[in-house]
């Protein structure tokens, strides 16, 4: 089992950057995939950025040019630095951890951290 823990949510103004961190509880070098998803209120979640063992990264429209998923694997953490945030920006962040097994795919999920994006 793995526990995500994020943090650096809050309120910025527009065109303002935050940097998100996601903390695991053990080795992400063992996970398939890191990620960003996002849900805002009436939403379904949404992938945001999504980052591989390999480094491959990947990014939903909305976000390219603007944000920046990255892995320390040496602190077993994963960062998403938002740059040039919008009000639209505005929603729960959720760490995703996926790891394939011969039975399929298993999730993990931290709890979310809140940004607000508002003058």
């Known amino acids: 089992q793995v526990q995500l823990v994020e943090s650096g949510g809050g309120l910025v103004q527009p065109g303002g950057s935050l940097r998100l961190s996601c903390a695991a509880s053990?080795?992400?070098?063992?996970?398939?995939?890191m990620g960003w998803y996002r849900q805002a209120p009436g939403e379904q979640r949404e992938l945001v950025a999504r980052i591989t063992s390999t480094g491959s990264t990947t990014y939903a429209d909305s976000v390219k040019g603007r944000f920046t998923i990255s892995r320390d694997n040496a602190k077993n953490t994963v960062y998403l630095q938002m740059n040039s945030l919008k009000a639209d920006d505005t929603a729960v962040y959720y760490c995703n951890a996926a790891r394939r097994t011969i039975l399929g795919t298993n999730n993990y999920w931290g709890q979310g951290t809140q940004v607000t994006v508002s003058s």
């Open positions: 053990g080795s992400i070098v063992s996970m398939n995939a």
